[in-house]
Structure formats: structure tokens, C-alpha cells
């Protein structure tokens, strides 16, 4: 049985690429890494793709005159790499309905906030304004509303006193985005994830909440 597709769509540093790659290359997610899209052509992420051998591209959004001929573009790159999931890490673009539509229930994005909380930009930032005494990141199905997708995994941290915007983003990224994803990846390529009426679903149950860390595999923790 040949393994799914996953696309990766990236804009910059690309921690999130590397953790989904490296557990595709250990087989803790049975998939094929099929490609790597970057809307930035500097983003290190893309410089990480190309020294794993990836097939790697750029589709620079200043390249094209609407935010339709972007998606149209950005879709025809999917189709080509016969994408079957698509992953955002991290991908600084918002994408419109029909590319949305095409490829929904089969789309990905992790927010490093506890959503529904702080959607878009600076949540690290809004959580320590609002002195959140917690705050973290949750993987959800990509749909037409920002950051607003059903919910798959959520992991949340204790907000330490000392952190700022930086060291509170870092200890998000470390302890529970490079877990979370690449766990909800495995599950979606096994066909244990799926999206259906509007909501997600983990082996046959509506997921009404978040799955938590508690959830995580072994070799995924
Ligand atoms: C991560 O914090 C991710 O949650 C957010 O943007 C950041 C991307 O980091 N969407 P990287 O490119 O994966 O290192």
C-alpha cells in the first residue's frame, strides 16, 4: 500500500518541518514527504528541504497580482505533488475558500495558542498581557475560519513569572508543538484522524474537545 502524500507549507524558521520530517524518516508517521512549499524564498525552512533532498519550491506571494492567482498557483503545485495531506508550519500566508475547500479534511495547521483563545498574530504575547496563568498550542483542521478549524491535540505549560514574548514561544515550541504535530500527522496518515460534518474525528469518535499531551504515543512524547 503506497504511503500518503503529505505536502509541508513553510515560511521560516522551520522547527516544525524538521520534527515532521524526522518522523516520517523513522517511520513514526507512515507517510512520504512529497514536498516542501515555501512563500519566502530566504525562509531557512527552505534551506533545511533542500539539504534533506526534498523537493522544495517557492511560490512568492509578491510573484503574483491576486490573492486568487497565489491560490490558484499554490493549488496547481499540490495537485502536481499529488498531495494527499497538507501540513502548515508555520506558514505566514491565510489562504482563500476554494483552495480551503479543495483540500479540507485533509489540512493541517498548528497554532501556538490554546484555541479557541488568541487566534492570528502575537498570541504568545496577548497570553502574557491577558497574564494567562497557562498557555500553548493546538493542532486543528484548516477550514475557511482562521484558526478556527475543529480542534485535534491541544498542550498547554505553565507561564513562568520571567517569560517574555521569546522565551514563552521557545518553551511552546520545544515541549509541545514538535510533539503534538507530529502525532496528529501519524494519526491522520493511519487513517485513525478524520474530519466529517464539520468536526474531527479520532477512531471513530467525535472529538467535542481537544485530544491532550496525555494522548501522545510513545515515541512521541
Ligand atoms: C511556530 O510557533 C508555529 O506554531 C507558528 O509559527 C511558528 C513556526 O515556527 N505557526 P517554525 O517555522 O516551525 O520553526
Known amino acids: 500500500m503506497t504511503r500518503p502524500r503529505l505536502v509541508v507549507l513553510v515560511s521560516g524558521r522551520g522547527r516544525n518541518l524538521r520534527a515532521l520530517v524526522e518522523a516520517i524518516r523513522d517511520r513514526r508517521i507512515p507517510a512520504a514527504c512529497a514536498g516542501v512549499i515555501s512563500n519566502r524564498a530566504e525562509a531557512p525552512a527552505l534551506a533545511y ?8 519550491f517557492v ?14 498557483a499554490l493549488t496547481a503545485r499540490l495537485r502536481a505533488l499529488g498531495a494527499d ?11 482563500g ?20 483563545k488568541y487566534p492570528g498574530l502575537d498570541p504568545h504575547r496577548r497570553a502574557l498581557a491577558a497574564g494567562d496563568v497557562e498557555h500553548g498550542a493546538t493542532v486543528h483542521f484548516v477550514t475557511r475560519e482562521l ?26 515550541l520545544e515541549e509541545i508543538e514538535l510533539k503534538i504535530y507530529p502525532q496528529a500527522l501519524a494519526w491522520l496518515a493511519r487513517g485513525e484522524l478524520r474530519y466529517g460534518a464539520g468536526a474531527a474525528w479520532f477512531r471513530g469518535r467525535r472529538l467535542d474537545a481537544p485530544l491532550s499531551m496525555e494522548h501522545l504515543e510513545e515515541g512521541f512524547r
Do not use: C, W
Open 85 to 95: 495531506f497538507v501540513a502548515l508550519a508555520g506558514f505566514m500566508r491565510v489562504l
Open 147 to 172: 484558526d478556527g478549524g475543529p480542534r485535534v491535540i491541544q498542550g498547554a505549560l505553565k507561564i513562568h513569572p520571567q517569560d517574555d514574548a521569546e522565551t514563552l514561544a521557545a518553551r511552546v
Open 59 to 72: 511560490l512568492s506571494h509578491r510573484a503574483f497580482a491576486t490573492r486568487a492567482a497565489y491560490d490558484a
Open 49 to 56: 528541504a533542500r539539504a534533506m533532498d526534498l523537493p522544495h
Open 97 to 116: 475558500d476554494e483552495l480551503v475547500g479543495e483540500f479540507e479534511g485533509r489540512m493541517l495547521n498548528i497554532h501556538p495558542s490554546l484555541l479557541p
